[in-house]
């Protein structure tokens, strides 16, 4: 099992954001999930900026949350990054408290499951929720395995506007 070290976004430099975006669009990916729109503000000190924002709950219409990258500890490579939502709305429920991604050259290796965990673990300090919610798209095989395997059950359904169904799991924070 991969051991990783969490970092906020305001700890890594611009050029491994970089290098992180990149490896998902080889691999043809126009998407990184729970990574607070990485991809849609272009250049990595600019969303530095946002994703400060958010955490201080500063933008009107998103969610407050925390964003972590989670780096490799024998290489010191990014391998993933996980969204964590501090709470969850009515209008939002169907996101879930934790998006992530792993980068595609690390994964079945177990690292989107220590991402859920930092984000089960973030939530149960913050204190602020008894359950966390998780979502993937119906037909995300290898999210549903994932998540399922960290012990969520299977909530409901939830179809967007499109047509696109999104599986709602929940788990119960085990306080310690």
Known sequence: MKTLIFEKAEAVTEHEIRQFAEEFMLNGESTINGSCGLLRHGEAEKWKEYVEKVEQNLIADRLQSTVFFSRLS????????????????????????????????????????????????????????????????EDNIFSKKMIESCGFTFESIFTEPHGNRILIYSIKIRRQ
Do not use: M, W
Request: glycine share 12%; net charge negative.
């Open 74 to 137: 024998d290489t010191g490579k990014i391998a993933g990054i996980v969204d964590i939502r501090h709470r969850l709305n009515t209008e939002q429920y169907h996101n879930g408290h934790i998006g992530l991604s792993v980068v595609p050259s690390e994964r079945n290796k177990g690292i989107g499951k220590l991402l859920v965990e930092k984000g089960i673990q973030f939530l149960a300090e913050l204190g602020e929720t008894e359950n966390v919610v998780i979502t993937c798209d």
